[in-house]
């Protein structure tokens, strides 16, 4: 009997001739795996359906079962610009490029296809034509001991190892599978789960050709009230569209209405005939040359439990979300990628292979299926349902928020950014190579490491900013300086020059040099060598500042004012500002490998920026020269830290007009060269640049630390100790500072102290924020961690957050698949 058993081949019955058991017979054939497809309609794909948007997920996992070069080849809309609008017209978003956006995120850009067409194109793609069995409509399973009898309405039974309900929303193999456990198992199920399932929404779609006036580049999106609509480009003149209206009432399971008369159609559409598409196209338009389509309730839903025993489902009969994220079928694809995985799993674990599975063994794979599944289609599930929300104005604030105020503030991109993180998350077929197309965006499965979960990550960040609290708190009781009757070089002789004077900049001017001079011209030598060697620690931060400032990722917030940062450095020093601008960094930075790029001519800019507005002027004002020349270098060096990114910029718009001067470009080519521009994010072309700007930053803040550690090492009058500690209590009241020069010693002490200790935690976080998000490995992080702890002491702050900068810099480029 155990013989026997041991040699049953495995063997899957499939229910449902759509996406979900198409896509599986194809990934079983490619495994040479037995199944038989039953399918209830008499032919495979009929002309029914609406357009479906096939997105990067979806379009990865049929390149890997070689479906995704033919459906390229049917030619399908390249369209170019999505548009948010209300109903009455009014313009909410417009993401141009989109179809380039996505393919160059991850490979594949959305393509909008026919459903007939895609049922078609993978149906060709069986090999096993055999296999697939029509006019079967299941009405029964029955389980036995090593496998499942599926019974069709004509009385055929077909005998299996596991039976894979695909058979959509309306699943017969999930409510046997139901009605079986309550009999096997009663209670493994919550009561009639069908009957929880809510539809909130119904639309009327199809498939529209040759509409005069409208646009075949364009997608819409509109936003309404209580309704909206969706109308995107397909082939051959082909417009699909789809508007849907939210029930007054939701209706749940049965109560759902299945179908709509001819009359209810006739008067839906009558209602909105007039909402506008576009100039001169309104939704009658595309109801008049509309060629297929229908009307339908939308149910939004994901299964709390897709498997019992030997049967399981997949697909709609699964997970069914709102269409606005055009993610039903990709969903669909995802889950037979996961069964086949799953299955692949325990075939691996098995000597004997797959041939008389074990009760035991199948479980295993419905576990792997549900437990990597459920939570990802809840997320997708959810998303496009917060969609439907905005879309449909059921939260007028919510939809004033995203539609009117949002867009004020964020890239031009960000309808696709929103979509981006449910692709990436998407799984493929791990037993399948993957096919190498160039981008950028690493889907999950390509992380060198796996993310970290949003509990620890949100706990990391709290420690973080609490650290930056406790800093900002400690500046607050150090940092003490009279600024009062400041109005003498180094307190002996006046500052008389034409930009001081008492009142306003002038005497601001004055003040800052009147601080500074005690430091400088000090008779100190300790205090003049640490002012020296924490000015040149400045370069690190005026250098990462202007390049985040500058990066894509930054464009829209308020990291992209570096000088403004660091004119407040000047005004409050660097300690107050160091811990918000690192918070600020944390919080709203994003690490997108396609948000990192920063322009190249704006990093060519960035050495001789450096140079020229920051280290020649601190060069010139460490240096003892006369006194008027020494107070004017003073004067001048107040503005150095935002004069750098302020030459950047200047710099960089002097390279692009010298590159432009004397070329004349048609509208055209203009209009070519500002969507390069906007695509260029997702080149590196800039990190060589980055990188040797970086180096020259290490190399001179390094140079500086170390000649100052041996200086003060050999120096008989000198100590580190004396130096760089020996700070009074900050929670002391009094410190009693002898004079003003030692008043400003510690100032500057404690304002190096602090600022140096936040930026190295930043410096910290930032290795956390990328093994957080899988780019790096928890053993590279360690490293990295550990490099900034020896680097602060080894080759001084500055030279570590630059060099620190650079790893960045290399790990998140590193993604980029070429
Ligand atoms: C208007 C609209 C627009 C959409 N747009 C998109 C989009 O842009 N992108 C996207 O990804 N998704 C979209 N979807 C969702 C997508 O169509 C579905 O998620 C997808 O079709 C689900 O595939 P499936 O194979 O699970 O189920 P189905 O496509 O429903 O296939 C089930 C199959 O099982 C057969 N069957 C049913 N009962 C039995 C039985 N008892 N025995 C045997 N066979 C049976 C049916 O005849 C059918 O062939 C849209 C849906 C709608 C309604």
């Given at each position: 009997m155990g013989a026997a058993k041991d040699q049953k081949p495995f063997k899957v019955v499939i229910v449902g001739g759509g996406f979900a058991g198409l896509s599986l017979a194809i990934m079983l054939e490619k495994f040479d795996i037995d199944y038989v497809l039953l399918e209830s309609r008499g032919e495979i794909a009929p002309a029914i359906g609406a357009g479906i948007a096939v997105c990067p997920n979806g379009c990865r996992i049929l390149d890997q079962i070689g479906c995704y070069e033919p459906l390229k080849a049917l030619g399908l809309a390249h369209y170019h610009t999505h548009r948010v609008q209300g109903y009455d017209g009014r313009q909410h978003l417009v993401c141009r490029d989109g179809y380039e956006h996505y393919e160059k995120r991850f490979g594949y850009p959305v393509l909008f296809v026919d459903r007939p067409s895609l049922v078609r194109l993978l149906h060709n793609k069986i090999q096993k034509k055999e296999n697939i069995q029509l006019n079967k409509r299941v009405s029964d399973i029955k389980l036995k001991q090593d496998g499942v009898q599926v019974h069709s309405n004509d009385g055929q039974i077909f005998e299996g190892s596991i039976v894979v309900g695909a058979d959509g929303i309306y699943s017969a193999v999930r409510e046997t599978m139901y009605r079986i456990a309550k009999e096997v198992q009663p209670g493994y199920f919550a009561e009639n789960p069908s009957s929880k399932v809510p539809c909130y929404y119904f639309a009327t779609y199809g498939i529209a050709k040759d509409v005069p006036n409208?646009?075949?580049?364009?997608?819409?999106?509109?936003?309404?009230?209580g309704f909206s609509y969706f109308v995107f480009p397909g082939h051959n003149g082909q417009v699909f569209f789809l508007l849907d209206e939210k029930y007054s009432k939701t209706p749940y399971g049965d109560d759902i209405q299945r179908r709509f008369s001819a009359e209810e159609e006739a008067a839906f559409i009558k209602k909105y005939s007039n909402t506008r598409i576009a100039d001169k196209v309104r939704f009658q338009d595309l109801y008049d040359h509309r060629v297929v389509g229908g009307m339908t309730p939308l149910h939004h839903t994901v299964y709390d439990k897709w498997s019992f025993k030997r049967i399981i489902t997949m697909g709609d009969s699964a997970h069914k979300p709102n269409p606005g994220t055009g993610m039903g079928a990709n969903l669909a694809f995802e889950s037979a990628a996961e069964l086949v995985n799953g299955i692949l799993n325990v075939q691996k674990e098995r000597p004997q292979g797959l041939n008389g599975l074990e009760d035991s063994d199948v479980k295993k794979i419905m576990?792997?299926?549900?437990?990597?599944?459920?939570?990802?289609?809840?997320?997708?599930?959810?998303?496009?349902?917060?969609?439907?929300?905005?879309?449909?104005?059921?939260?007028?604030?919510?939809?004033?928020?995203?539609?009117?105020?949002?867009?004020n503030f964020v890239k031009e991109s960000f309808l696709i950014d929103a979509q981006c993180g449910l692709m990436a998350d998407a799984p493929s077929l791990h037993y399948l190579p993957?096919?190498?197309?160039?981008?950028?965006?690493?889907?999950?499965?390509?992380?060198?490491?796996?993310?970290?979960?949003?509990?620890?990550?949100?706990?990391?960040?709290?420690?973080?900013?609490?650290?930056?609290g406790a800093t900002i708190y400690l500046a607050g009781k150090s940092m003490r300086l009279d600024v009062s009757n400041r109005t003498l070089w180094a307190n002996a002789v006046p500052i008389i020059r034409p930009w001081a004077s008492s009142k306003g900049p002038g005497n601001l001017l004055r003040v800052m040099t009147s601080i500074f001079s005690d430091v400088i011209a000090s008779e100190n030598l300790a205090t003049r060598v640490q002012a020296i060697h924490f000015l040149s620690q400045l370069v690190g931060s005026i250098l990462v500042w202007t390049v985040e400032g500058n990066r894509e990722a930054n464009r829209t917030n308020i990291l992209s004012l570096p000088a403004l940062f660091l004119t407040l450095i000047q005004l409050r020093g660097i300690c107050h500002i160091a811990p918000y601008w690192a918070l600020l960094h944390s919080a709203l930075s994003d690490t997108g490998v396609h948000y990192r790029f920063v322009k190249p001519d704006i990093v060519n800019s960035l050495v001789p920026a450096l140079t020229l507005g920051y280290l020649v002027p601190s060069v010139l004002m460490m240096i003892p020269s006369n006194v008027v020349a020494w107070q004017d270098w003073t004067a001048l060096w107040q503005f150095a830290p935002p004069m750098v990114p302020i030459l950047t910029t200047v710099f960089s718009a002097g390279l692009r007009w010298w590159r432009n001067l004397g070329k004349h470009k048609t509208k055209e080519e203009k209009k070519q060269e500002a969507k390069e521009e906007r695509l260029a994010i997702y080149s590196d072309d800039d990190v060589a640049g980055l990188k040797s700007a970086y180096s020259y930053a290490t190399l001179v803040q390094a140079t500086s630390h170390i000649v100052t550690m041996a200086y003060i090492y050999t120096h008989p009058d000198l100590s580190l100790g004396k130096i760089f500690c020996g700070l009074p209590n900050p929670f002391e009241k009094n410190w009693n500072s002898p004079n003003r020069a030692t008043e400003v010693g510690l100032f500057f002490k404690y304002d190096m102290l602090?600022?140096?200790?936040?930026?190295?935690?930043?410096?910290?976080?930032?290795?956390?924020?990328?093994?957080?998000?899988?780019?790096?490995?928890?053993?590279?992080?360690?490293?990295?961690?550990?490099?900034?702890?020896?680097?602060?002491?080894?080759?001084?702050?500055?030279?570590?957050l630059t060099s620190l900068w650079s790893w960045r810099e290399s790990a998140i480029s590193g993604l980029i698949r070429k």
């Open positions: 409208l646009s075949l580049e364009e997608v819409y999106i509109s936003q309404g009230k576990d792997y299926v549900e437990s990597s599944r459920i939570s990802r289609a809840r997320k997708v599930v959810d998303e496009s349902y917060e969609n439907q929300v905005v879309n449909g104005t059921e939260n007028p604030l919510k939809t004033w928020i995203a539609l009117r105020v949002l867009p993957k096919p190498q197309r160039p981008h950028v965006v690493p889907f999950k499965d390509e992380l060198p490491a796996k993310p970290v979960g949003q509990i620890a990550a949100w706990a990391a960040w709290v420690a973080f900013g609490g650290a930056m602090l600022s140096m200790g936040a930026l190295a935690a930043h410096g910290l976080y930032s290795i956390w924020q990328l093994r957080r998000d899988g780019y790096v490995r928890t053993q590279d992080a360690v490293k990295a961690a550990l490099a900034v702890v020896f680097g602060n002491i080894v080759i001084g702050p500055g030279a570590t």
